[in-house]
């Protein structure tokens, strides 16, 4: 049951109003895609948050930062302590200076944010054909569409069609803005092996790496959730005791 | 009057400092028309939103880092890290949106039931001065967490101030002290964005002040006669109002807790970038009617003069419409009138949010237009040439029918001249 939308109606036609997320002509239209942590009791599916960062780890983190994220956040996901300093370990970060003034580099530790892949911005682009590979701490709520436009994006990859010319160093994306991108297409079908054996399909892998940086942008959305459902459900029946005691109050004026 | 309180220790401070007679007064014997409706909760409504921001706000505040290499991470820091921090953020970020939700509901129901009138002129326009206040609020603490529309926002903000002839150049670097907007600009609006909530403050202080000099507007826009027509505020309003709040929390509450990036923009989790300008700089809803005006004019002065003219207009309004009959239930071509204005500014916010291109632009011109034909042509002609209908002889009369008395809820009639 995928919805096809325009980008215009993610934030719904009010919001378009009100918000105003402008939106140039000529943009893409983005599906919808359903997420296990959409709606108002939507969580996280853990194995596809587990795959997701597989994902990451394998494919993104050679060129993508998420410096937001430390490793101590991956506990949400489901790992205990020790497969998180396990998974920090396996990176290294400067540290320093020791008792001699001397840096020094140490493995990452779970309290460390995620080991950016480049040294600085500069770096990145240098490797990169000159295009920067944005931060995904935060690309979930930093694009018109959210976790549906990284779907589409990270699917998005086809022929050229024959009267489109791609210039060398970019690629052909049907979803991404002006339909030319510097990001080679990433996934592979089988590009990973899931421990859980899901067959890795470009759409399984896109899906779950998109549910792994939903998390990231928002590592909060559960406990929001399951807090607003309390509250107000509190506030509806305090508010329904109010009523009432406003209707007794008011009962002799009326 | 001097109340009688029981407890001895309330008696013996009131006697030297009479904070507890001033809020009888105030509070609960307060004498307000017994015919308001639930449009008049939004007053109140709004003096919550305000201490709900400011709350939100001063706790932000202690972790928050205003600088312009680490005002995006301490803001992420406060949502990642920070024990609850993300709770508290999203309260102020909707918080804002909901201030002014309220505040513009309030506006209009004062529009519509000629709050504004003789004898409320000053207290209109302390609520006028309260809305530019919340605005100059809003646009300095939308920069503070520095994404690409907080920067690009302030600096197509600032540089209209470039407009004002000879001298803008000049105010436009004084207001960002340096060439650009940068570091010392987001200090300086940290710094005011904290200090004019409480600036507001006192202005809502000033706003009650007049308000109790003759009490709230109603709506049939007939003074209060007699004791018939009026009830004590406590426990009233009191327990309306506290209804009316519990309604608003629990939207408040949704928003939050369900959806808080509805009214933001994705851009601003992009950090700030004096490189690369986002294909559209939007700015908050809030700000779209005033953004559509300001764009409509051809011309840069111009269009920043038109902008300042929408809210000045609203200044003189108690100037503008001479009708003596207040509310708009009495006015029946005023009332037409009215959802036109409703119907344009709506119109406004929408073009405000579009690309100023092709027919955004002529829409928004008309709606402009209309913004301020309705205030400087409109509104005077209708005092001439409007016949309102038959006003009623007074609050209780058109409530009760016979005029049957209120024995239980009645008080001594407000002294207007204390």
């Known amino acids: ?8 109606a993610a934030t719904a036609l009010v919001a378009s109003a009100l918000a105003g997320p402008a939106l140039a002509a000529g943009e893409v239209e983005i599906p919808k895609q359903d997420w296990s942590f959409s709606g108002v009791f939507g969580t996280f599916d853990r194995a596809s948050l587990q795959r997701g960062f597989q994902v990451y780890q394998n494919v993104c983190a050679s060129c993508h930062a998420l410096k937001h994220v430390a490793y101590r956040n991956l506990v949400q996901l489901g790992y205990n302590e020790d497969e998180i300093k396990a998974i920090a370990a396996e990176k290294e970060v400067r540290d320093g200076p020791n008792d001699e003034g001397e840096m020094f580099n140490r493995p990452a530790k779970p309290s460390d944010r995620f080991v950016s892949p480049f040294a600085n911005d500069e770096a990145a682009r240098a490797s990169n054909g000159g295009a920067l590979p944005p931060d995904l701490s935060l690309i979930v709520d930093a694009r018109v569409g959210g976790a549906n436009y990284l779907y589409a994006v990270l699917t998005g990859y086809k022929d050229a069609p024959a009267d489109v010319k791609i210039p060398d160093g970019m690629y052909y994306n049907a979803s991404f803005t002006g339909s030319q991108i510097a990001m080679p297409p990433p996934l ?29 942008s928002e590592p909060n959305l559960e406990q929001s959730k399951r807090t607003g459902v309390m509250v107000i459900l509190f506030l509806l029946v305090f508010t329904g005791l109010l009523y009432a005691t406003k209707r007794k109050i008011w009962a002799s004026v009326h | 009057m001097a109340a009688k309180f029981e407890n001895s220790i309330v008696r013996w401070i009131d006697h030297r400092l009479p904070i507890f007679t001033f809020m009888h007064h105030e509070l609960h014997e307060y004498p307000t028309p017994k015919n308001l409706n639930y449009w008049w909760n939004f007053g109140s409504l709004a003096g919550i939103a305000l201490v709900i921001m400011l709350i939100s706000g001063i706790t932000l505040a202690m972790h928050y880092t205003p600088h312009v290499d680490y005002a995006f991470d301490s803001v992420e820091r406060i949502m990642r890290d920070v024990n609850y921090g993300w709770l508290i953020r999203y309260i102020h970020m909707n918080g804002a949106s909901f201030f002014f939700i309220v505040v513009y509901i309030h506006i209009f129901r004062g529009l519509y039931f000629g709050s504004y009138k003789a004898p409320r002129e000053l207290l209109w326009m302390l609520g006028v001065v309260i809305m530019l206040l919340m605005m100059a609020t809003a646009f300095m603490g939308y920069v503070l967490p520095w994404g690409q529309m907080s920067f ?11 407009a004002i002839p000879v001298v803008g150049e000049s105010i436009v670097t004084w207001l960002w002290g340096g060439f650009a907007v940068d570091n010392p600009t987001l200090n300086r609006f940290f710094s005011l964005h904290y200090l004019l909530p409480f600036v507001i403050i006192g202005v809502v202080v000033l706003h009650l002040v007049a308000l109790h000099r003759f009490g709230s507007n109603n709506p049939l826009g007939v003074d209060i006669k007699s004791a018939k027509d009026q009830i004590p505020f406590h426990p009233y309003y009191t327990v309306k109002d506290a209804f009316g709040l519990g ?20 851009d601003n989790y992009i950090p700030a970038n004096p490189l690369v300008t986002p294909a559209h700089i939007v700015p908050e809803w809030y700000f779209l009617p005033f953004y559509a005006i300001l764009r409509s004019i051809p011309d840069k002065l111009g269009g920043v003069l038109f902008m300042f003219g929408s809210i000045a207009v609203l200044f003189i309004l108690p100037w503008l419409d001479r009708s003596p009959v207040r509310s708009g239930q009495f006015r029946p071509i005023f009332k037409i009138f009215f959802w036109i204005l409703v119907v344009d500014v709506v119109a406004l916010t929408y073009f405000g949010g579009k690309p100023a291109e092709g027919w955004y632009v002529i829409g928004s011109r008309f709606a402009t237009a209309y913004y301020f034909i309705h205030f400087l042509l409109v509104l005077p002609l209708l005092s001439i040439f409007e016949t309102p209908r038959q006003l009623p002889k007074s609050i209780s009369e058109p409530v009760l029918g016979g005029g049957a008395g209120l024995a239980g809820a009645a008080t001594a009639p407000r002294e207007n001249d204390r």
């Open chain 1, 188 to 216: 592979f079908p089988d590009g990973v092996t899931y421990g859980d054996n899901t067959p890795a399909t470009i759409a399984q892998q896109a899906k779950d790496v998109s549910t792994f940086l939903a998390w990231a």
């Open chain 2, 247 to 266: 309604v608003f929390l629990i939207v408040f509450s949704a928003v939050v807790f369900f959806a808080p990036n509805f009214f933001g923009e994705p």
């Open chain 2, 152 to 162: 690009w926002g302030a600096t197509v903000i600032t540089n209209l101030f470039s």
């Open chain 1, 1 to 8: 049951m995928i919805a096809r939308i325009k980008t215009l």
